[in-house]
């Protein structure tokens, strides 16, 4: 390995190790209670260490989020081109979306304080910008699958995919946020995947064509 390239990847390790102490406090404290001071006594790193590579705090944060969402989208491509019906595709994509966030507690937590508060966090046009853009990638998959379906003639034909793409989003979301961090932790998993599919199987049945319907009777 060259100089140049020890440099390099000694500037990437601790890009890295601001971001994971940053993502912790966001975690624990909330955004507003975060400074970049707490980020750089986490870090272990000078303020000054910090600013060599973020312009702020609120930078830091979008790239926590954005680089989280780029590591995401490379998964769930696989979901648009995997073989299966729509609805079998939905269920997978969903038994997935929550396992990520059950793996991944300190990450939803951030992704809810911004999809809750982004008005109040001083964020650039450019960094709301981009959060909202990461965050359309994960909608859009469901409304490929969706479309799949009403194109397979498995969905009805007058599904309206734009409003149902973010209610699945929302039902989602919305059950991993009841559930999450309460209860026994233990059956936090197995709780929030029951609700899940209830939920989706209940959409699945309002959109399904009905001639898939009596196909799927006994």
């Not at 233990?186 to 009596?214: A, P």
């Amino acid at each position: 390995m060259s100089p140049e390239e020890r440099r390099k990847k000694e500037k990437e390790t601790r890009k890295n190790s601001i971001l994971k102490a940053a993502r912790k406090l966001f975690f624990e404290r909330g955004f507003k209670s975060v400074t970049v001071d707490l980020i750089a006594a986490k870090a272990e790193v000078s303020k000054g260490s910090i600013y060599l590579y973020f312009d702020s705090k609120e930078e830091i944060y979008t790239q926590i989020l954005i680089s989280a969402n780029i590591d995401r989208h490379k998964e769930i491509e696989n979901f648009i081109k995997a073989e299966g019906t729509a609805s079998e595709l939905l269920h997978a994509f969903a038994e997935d979306y929550v396992n990520f966030f059950l793996e991944n507690n300190e990450l939803f937590r951030i992704l809810m304080t911004f999809m809750l508060h982004a008005d109040n966090m001083n964020l650039t046009e450019e960094q709301n910008t981009q959060l909202i853009h990461t965050t359309n990638e994960n909608i859009r998959t469901f409304s490929e699958i969706l479309k799949r379906g009403v194109e397979s003639g498995e969905f009805a034909a007058d599904t309206d995919i734009r409003q149902l793409q973010y209610a699945i989003w929302g039902l989602l979301n919305g059950i991993i946020s009841l559930y999450i961090y309460t209860g026994a932790p233990e059956k936090r998993s197995e709780r929030i995947h029951s609700i899940v599919r209830d939920g989706i199987n209940m959409l699945i049945k309002g959109i399904k064509n009905q001639e898939f319907l009596l196909s799927d009777a006994p």
